[in-house]
């Protein structure tokens, strides 16, 4: 038996190679890796990613690569040639490899009896859904921190509003990679309160709040970015406190939506608007039957 680790000890970090091999953009299998990665403490990779791979001469480097860092090759390989390819190269270093959407794809396509598409990149094709991604980016930057009429903020799919350094903008931006139109309106202690955005019919006006104590700190790193003087009612404990009440009253007031952001990150945040918002569709579909 090894000796028991001391009391207060640290486990050492493992580290291990991981090599990504997609013949599109690569952004499904690093997202993949990383959500399983994060499974397992302790663990941290070292990846190599190797994007557009889709022909036998590229993957002949990859596979010299990955024979001089041996780990694990996880790939999203729709070409039958370059699979057996990497396939048979991995034996022959005798290393792992996974098709990592081979298990969802097999049993989707039992469930719908339907063949398999062998069109590579299919999932960034420039159709309805890529113009409609690219339109609701536009829209976002251009409806960033409070510019736009609330005429113009009427077209939105979802309006966020609060209280400076509480991730509008990277909500916003976030959001408008999954298609949905995201416009932010900032409240300014003497200037804005989200009144004009009351009379909003069709978007979604979200709340967002955090704790006083966690703004103040943002917001001190922020000023030490930008090299600037924190003497300020931006950075004031007191200051701030009043300042998330009143937001967070004035949200209530209006009935909007809260998302405190405090301990989420701008997925998890977009997740639990992405979530509201189809709580509203489904609402609306049912009163109209």
């Keep these: 038996m090894s000796p028991a680790r001391p009391p207060g000890a ?9 090599h990504l091999v997609s013949d599109s953009t690569g952004e499904t299998l690093n997202a993949m890796a990383k959500a399983v990665v994060a499974r397992f403490d302790g663990v941290i990779p070292i990846e190599h990613i190797y994007a557009l791979v889709r022909s036998s001469k590229q993957l002949d480097r990859v596979l010299e690569e990955v024979a001089a860092a041996p780990g694990v090759v996880l790939h999203t390989l729709v070409d039958r040639d370059l699979r057996e390819q990497l396939e048979e190269g991995c034996r022959r270093l005798d290393m792992p490899q996974i098709g990592a959407l081979d298990p969802l794809v097999g049993a989707l396509s039992r469930y719908l009896g339907a063949a398999l598409s062998t069109r590579v990149g299919a999932q960034h094709a420039l159709d309805h859904e890529y113009f409609n991604r690219i339109a609701a980016l536009d829209y976002a930057m251009a409806h960033d921190d409070g510019q736009g009429t609330a005429e113009q903020l009427e077209s939105a799919d979802v309006v966020l509003c609060g209280v400076s350094r509480t991730s ?6 976030y959001l408008a990679h999954r298609g949905i139109r995201a416009a932010n309106v900032p409240l300014v202690p003497g200037q804005e309160d989200g009144e004009r955005l009351v009379a ?77 918002l189809s709580e509203r569709r489904t609402h609306r579909l049912g009163t109209s039957w």
């Design 168 to 173: 509008k903008t990277p909500t916003c931006i």
């Design 200 to 276: 909003l019919r069709n978007p979604l006006v979200v709340g967002l709040t955090v704790s006083p104590d966690r703004l103040v700190q943002i917001r001190k790193n922020r000023l030490d970015g930008l090299n600037a003087n924190r003497a300020s009612n931006y950075v004031d404990h007191d200051a701030v406190r009043e300042e998330t009440v009143k937001a967070r009253r004035a949200f209530e007031r209006r009935g909007w939506p809260v998302i405190d952001v405090t301990r989420r990150s701008v997925e998890e945040t977009a997740a639990a608007i992405v979530n509201l």
């Design 10 to 18: 640290h486990r050492l970090a493992t580290y291990f190679h991981v």
